[in-house]
């Protein structure tokens, strides 16, 4: 059993659809509460993931996120994971914005995580963004983070994760990201997730399919979000 749990751990870490490093105007939150279906190897779970951020000062955000996977049939391999940041823009203009963040976090919605990966520990992480439209005459950006996670007892992860979005026409936005990790216990996870969003007046709504691109484990998802700012 602890074989499967380890194993399975390895493949269930999630991405983060709002890790880019643009922060938060002074005063001004962000929320964002996403729910998922997903399958891994097999094994039907879901996934509650809620991420908020606010700013508490020119060029400094202040970030926290709750996440809870809870497989159908299988508690055993239930998990979550919490965290809190600051983030620090180092640079930004109109069209590019490079941060770093850093902070605390306990445990990690894994799933069957190998001991050491549910316990204290903390994330450093540095970004790239860049946005526009003046070349194709359509709201864009992209973006590239680079992510470090160490527990207590020496469980790591590290990750990349890169993002791009645009306009398709109206209020209806295409958002592409894909999540590349590595860490100990021989963990390997690469993702992708293709996202439709749609930007309404009150909140803006979206509509995704996140799989498992390579490494050792099938993994699918659909994933809906609903985010406001306030």
Not at 72 to 87: K, L, P
Not at 174 to 187: F, H, K
Not at 193 to 213: M, T
């Amino acid at each position: 059993m602890r074989g499967a749990l380890t194993l399975l751990g390895l493949a269930c870490s999630a991405g983060s659809a709002v890790a880019a490093p643009w922060g938060q105007t002074p005063g001004e939150a962000y929320a964002r509460l996403a729910v998922s279906a997903e399958t891994v190897e097999g094994l039907d779970a879901t996934r509650v993931d809620f991420y908020g951020k606010y700013g508490i000062a020119p060029k400094w955000t202040a970030t926290a996120k709750a996440e809870r996977i809870q497989f159908n049939g299988n508690s055993d391999f239930n998990a979550e994971g919490y965290r809190a940041t600051i983030r620090r823009e180092l640079l930004k203009t109109d069209h590019l914005v490079i941060a770093i963040e850093g902070g605390a976090l306990y445990g990690g919605a894994f799933g069957g995580a190998p001991d050491g990966c549910d316990e204290l520990g903390g994330e450093a992480r540095i970004g790239a963004g860049v946005s526009g439209g003046w070349k194709t005459g359509r709201n864009w950006f992209a973006f590239a983070d680079v992510a470090a996670r160490e527990y207590e007892s020496g469980c790591a992860r590290q990750r990349v994760e890169l993002g791009y979005g645009s306009k398709v026409a109206g209020r209806l936005h295409v958002v592409t990201q894909v999540w590349l990790e590595r860490g100990s216990d021989d963990a390997r996870s690469d993702k992708i997730e293709n996202a439709l969003v749609w930007k309404a007046d009150i909140a803006e709504f979206s509509l995704a399919w996140r799989e498992e691109i390579s490494g050792r484990f099938d993994e699918t998802g659909i994933v809906v979000a609903v985010s406001r700012h306030f």
